[in-house]
């Protein structure tokens, strides 16, 4: 049965974020539709994929074998062009932990989310050995400003990064600092910050709030570094000054977000 992911902006390589799943198959004359909502954990190989509600169905009887094939040939290339990659194993109809020794636990934090603006431009220009050592030393840059202001790397996205940070004017700082630091090499990044919950079972973190994190990244200008409203919200008025960007509808995410651009 062919099997599809929708993806969007940074969520290739990352664990925790909630999704779009199509799976289609067809026996004979007759076209069998499976699709809802999943929730993606960890990357790569090591990637799982869970319902997280039972899926809706339909069933469509075409009446020939060939109308059949037509169907589901362009039901396919429908999915395939409309971010939509293909999806490998099975979808679990339930969240297994693993280890079931883990603990799992709940932690609020500040997420951060930088990455690269126009990167696979840079990329193609300078060549796959001198963009090596240009992304070499913006790594290091982003991991000396984290360590700097305490944030704690959680994963690298190709030319990005997630991670996370106790209190919210810390992170802002580090995103501003960041920003400054990789100028020197000529890169522009985006980077975008929310507060928000997510679980922790041993070394695995996984949350919505990961996922809008990335998607208010998204929005940012290059250059710019936005913050949702809950990160200003826990903020004191005389920490860091913002400017109101108005109310953004994230992909993927249910409800609304006020962003705001950090002035300094």
Avoid at 120 to 142: F, P
Avoid at 195 to 213: D, N, Q, R, W
Avoid at 219 to 239: D, N, Q
Wanted: aromatic residues 8%; glycine residues 8%.
């Amino acid at each position: 049965m062919p099997k599809f992911l929708r993806i969007g902006v940074h969520q290739s390589n990352v664990s925790g974020y909630t999704s779009k799943a199509w799976c289609i198959r067809r026996t004979g004359s007759t076209v069998f539709l499976k699709w809802g909502a999943v929730e993606v954990l960890g990357v790569g190989a090591g990637r799982k994929v869970y319902w997280t509600r039972l899926p809706q169905d339909k069933t469509i009887r075409c009446r020939t074998v060939q109308r059949a094939q037509d169907y589901a040939k362009a039901a396919i290339a429908r999915r395939r062009n409309h971010r939509y990659e293909p999806l490998s194993g099975n979808i679990a109809n339930r969240r297994r932990i693993a280890n079931p020794d883990a603990e799992l636990k709940r932690a609020l934090a500040t997420i951060l989310f930088v990455d690269i603006v126009r990167s696979t431009e840079k990329a193609a220009r300078l060549g796959d050995s001198r963009w090596t050592q240009v992304m070499n030393h913006y790594y290091a840059a982003v991991r000396r400003e984290l360590k700097s202001l305490r944030g704690k790397e959680v994963v690298t996205t190709g030319d990005g990064m997630l991670a996370t940070f106790g209190a919210p004017a810390a992170g802002v700082r580090c995103a501003t600092a960041i920003r400054e630091a990789v100028r020197t090499l000529g890169l522009e990044i985006r980077v975008g910050l929310h507060a928000g919950e997510y679980e922790k079972s041993g070394k695995e973190v996984v949350g919505l709030a990961f996922h809008i994190g990335a998607r208010v990244a998204a929005k940012a200008r290059a250059g710019e570094v936005l913050v949702s409203s809950a990160v200003k919200e826990l903020m004191s008025p005389s920490e860091i000054r913002f400017s109101d960007r108005g109310m953004h509808q994230l992909k993927g995410v249910p409800e609304r977000w006020r962003l705001y651009r950090v002035d300094h």
